[in-house]
């Protein structure tokens, strides 16, 4: 063996300065013993045993062998054959084709796991017959365990400890895959649970009490599943649960069900009890989609439905509520569209003096022609602008559109002959825009009076913001500028806003008038409105008249105006300047 790394001795020579050689000896078995890296040096028996003939002080560190140990020796002396398997296999191999190898590998060390990485180098004879093999060994366990800490991090929740999206969909991906190979039979299904109210919680304790609050909720909501299951931490407040694999959907239920009763119970935060609750919505592979995405989309559509119809429940993803949210969503952006490009219309009813039959006025309503689905109800759009606040412009929009077209009835016929115009102004407009500094604006472009122009209102719109509603319509009213109540009748403090709020129009709502006969209650609501009315100079106009009875009654309880189908439908800007001209079709 007097050729291994075992070799005590070997002289090198170098040339002095003198010109003359000397020999120094190095020790090479004392290098290998240095050597930041492990060295193991192997035969194989003619048994194929395999042998350890040199162990350097790093592969006994990494070994955790005694420094005394005798060479030559078993492999399977040196440590457990359990741990050794994976080397003894790379050096047969070595051995036997004569071709280098590197591989990982990892042995256990006591309680510690060390990750290892070697690289196998065959000795030949002159014959060309491998008769060693040298093993160097690396210890890599301090990079594996960063990269694992590394890899965590990236695919769980910091504060929780759970998979975050990322992990999450990748189980959702092999989910569906499984549930796909294995047919029908079996399906998996997506919980996204929104904690509700928690901002309250952050604002009344303190964000640190949420964080506590959160990591409770997650263990909470860990003791709800089933351990083939997966939780998740979305975002902030929002939890997913991956149900993979179910037969019957009343599995998935008794899961919502026992986070329902979990979050039943109060949490002790900080010492004080609090009380809260979860929507969840549910998505399946059989109800919905079997793309991991759209099942997320659809739970999460699914929540945020449990939100809307009053939290601290569960909703079933349906495809056909979402077809109507996805209308509702490109109904939203053609009718920003169609306010941008001047795409919508005002349509004109009339308002009669009930006296002379002649005309007084006209209320203007918008209207949406859509070039595929045509006529769009105010009713499907109003409440969409609304919400999407859309309301803002589109307002802006009806104001400008009533002022042109009263500036062009007032240059042809006159003041004499021109008659005002109400636009109705949303609750949402009040509260988001300057109403009484848009108004005053479009009189000022068009060289209106106020008197021309009329803003209707509801009670909602009121009640909404009474003190700016107050101060907004004294400073339209400053503009001469009437202010209508309108729908009067349907809301419990009607007759309060009377002389609470600067009004001067009542408009009754049409319900009255459909059930209105001689001497019953709604008769004798109107004729209190009437007398009301009357003593505090507001004018009345009834809405919704459609037959000669109804117009008659309101004419015997001295009622000024009316409004309905029975002198005519809404009409363009057209027939409304014929109207204006005197060419009135019920006359």
Not at 72 to 95: F, K, M, R
Not at 204 to 223: E, Q
Not at 242 to 263: G, T
Not at 449 to 472: D, Q
Request: proline residues 3%.
């Amino acid at each position: 063996m007097a050729d291994t790394l075992g070799s005590k001795v070997s002289p090198i020579a170098n040339s002095s300065g003198d010109g003359s050689q000397s020999t120094r000896i190095v020790n090479t078995s004392a290098v290998a013993e240095r050597l930041p890296v492990g060295i193991l040096v192997c035969g194989v028996t003619t048994g194929n045993v395999i042998e350890a003939l040199f162990i350097n002080g790093f592969a006994r560190d990494v070994f955790d062998l005694k420094e005394g140990a005798q060479m030559p020796c078993t492999l399977d002396s040196v440590w457990s054959a359990s741990d050794n398997h994976v080397l003894a296999g790379q050096i047969l191999e070595v051995y036997r084709s004569g071709r280098s190898a590197s591989f990982e590998w990892s042995i256990r060390a006591g309680a510690m796991e060390r990750f290892l990485s070697s690289h196998l180098l065959p000795l030949e004879d002159h014959e060309g017959r491998v008769y060693q093999v040298i093993c160097t060994i690396e210890d890599q366990t301090a990079e594996k365990l960063a990269e694992r800490n590394l890899l965590h991090h990236a695919f769980h929740d910091a504060l929780t400890g759970q998979p975050n999206r990322v992990l999450f969909r990748n189980k959702l991906e092999e989910a569906v895959a499984e549930c796909q190979r294995s047919g029908q039979t079996t399906g998996c299904a997506v919980l996204i649970i929104n904690i509700d109210r928690f901002q309250q919680i952050n604002e009344s304790f303190g964000h640190s009490s949420g964080d506590r609050f959160l990591i409770s909720m997650a263990s909470t909501l860990r003791r709800c599943i089933r351990s083939s299951d997966t939780l998740a931490r979305l975002s902030g407040d929002e939890f997913a649960i991956l149900v993979s694999r179910f037969s019957d959907i009343e599995e998935v239920e008794m899961i919502s069900r026992r986070i329902h009763d979990a979050m039943a119970l109060p949490y002790d935060l900080d010492g004080n009890e609090v009380f809260t609750s979860v929507s969840v919505g549910v998505a399946t592979t059989i109800s919905s989609s079997t793309h991991p995405e759209d099942l997320i989309r659809d739970a999460d559509f699914a929540m945020h439905r449990a939100k809307s119809a009053g939290k601290a429940r569960t909703e079933i993803y349906r495809s056909d509520s979402h077809q109507r949210a996805r209308s509702q969503f490109h109904l939203e952006t053609e009718l920003r569209r169609a306010v941008e490009r001047g795409e919508l219309e005002l349509n004109y009813q009339p308002i009669i003096d009930l006296k002379t039959d002649t005309l007084h006025g006209f209320e203007a309503l918008t209207r949406w022609v859509h070039k595929d689905r045509g006529v769009v109800s105010p009713i499907e759009f109003i409440p969409l602008a609304e919400e999407t606040g859309v309301i803002v412009n589109l307002g802006r929009w009806a104001v400008d559109s009533a002022c042109a077209a009263v500036k062009s009835w007032l240059d042809e016929m006159g003041p004499e002959n021109t008659v005002p115009v109400n636009v109705n102004v949303s609750g949402v407009q009040f509260a988001r825009d300057d109403i009484a500094g848009m108004v005053e604006k479009a009189l000022k472009e068009y060289d209106l009076p106020g008197h021309l122009i009329r803003i209707e209102l509801t009670e909602s719109a009121i009640m909404a913001n009474p003190t700016r509603i107050s101060e907004t319509l004294s400073r339209i009213r400053k503009l001469g500028v009437k202010v209508a109540l309108d729908d009067f009748g349907t809301g419990y403090s009607s007759l309060n806003y009377l002389h609470q709020f600067p009004i001067d129009i009542i408009k009754i709502d049409r319900s009255f008038i459909n059930q209105l006969e001689k001497d019953n209650a709604p008769f004798k609501i109107l004729e209190m409105i009437g007398m009301l009315a009357t003593n505090l100079g507001h004018e009345v106009v009834a809405e919704g008249l459609e037959d000669l009875e109804h117009i008659d009654m309101l004419r015997n309880l001295d009622f000024s105006f009316g409004q309905g189908y029975f002198w005519s439908k809404p009409v363009n800007t057209a027939s409304a300047t014929e109207m204006v001209r005197g060419k009135l079709p019920w006359a």
